[in-house]
């Protein structure tokens, strides 16, 4: 049942993250993210606006995926809320082996390890729309 469940969540994922418009992103990478107290609104929502809701937002939802508001993601398989280490977002944008990697590397800049770091600390805080 385990090993079903993960060809269909990967399936899922490979659909969603593969087919995005080769267009110009901006980076935010010099911006520092706290270490407690993050916000959606203020800290994750600009690095998703600028590296991924080009394909997953501002109207575009490639594979149903929309990443402008945490009430659209935030289901227990892409984020699961506490847990950044079993969430499938988690997985995608640290490039982690087996599953697609966020921003596809010839589309984007990928996210850097400060805004990683902030991700998740943001799930790990409960993934709240703040």
């Known amino acids: 049942m385990n090993r079903l469940l993960n060809i269909i969540l990967f399936t899922f994922l490979l659909i969603a993250?593969?087919?995005?418009d080769d267009t110009v992103v901006q980076e935010v990478d010099n911006r520092t993210i706290p270490d407690s107290n993050v916000s959606f609104?203020?800290?994750?929502?600009?690095?998703?606006?600028?590296?991924?809701?080009?394909?997953?937002?501002?109207?575009?939802t490639e594979a149903g995926l929309n990443l402008t508001s945490p009430a659209y993601f935030v289901d227990g398989i892409i984020v699961v809320p506490g847990?950044?280490?079993?969430?499938?977002l988690v997985w995608?944008?640290?490039?982690k082996a087996g599953f697609?990697?966020?921003p596809p590397p010839d589309?984007?800049?990928p996210l850097t390890s400060e805004?990683?770091?902030g991700v998740k600390t943001w799930i790990t805080e409960g993934a709240k729309d703040n």
């Open 17 to 20: 993250f593969t087919d995005c």
């Open 41 to 60: 609104s203020k800290n994750i929502s600009p690095i998703f606006e600028l590296k991924c809701n080009s394909c997953h937002g501002n109207g575009k």
């Open 83 to 88: 847990e950044p280490d079993n969430s499938v």
């Open 92 to 95: 995608t944008i640290e490039w």
């Open 100 to 102: 697609p990697s966020m």
């Open 107 to 109: 589309y984007s800049v």
């Open 115 to 117: 805004q990683i770091r």
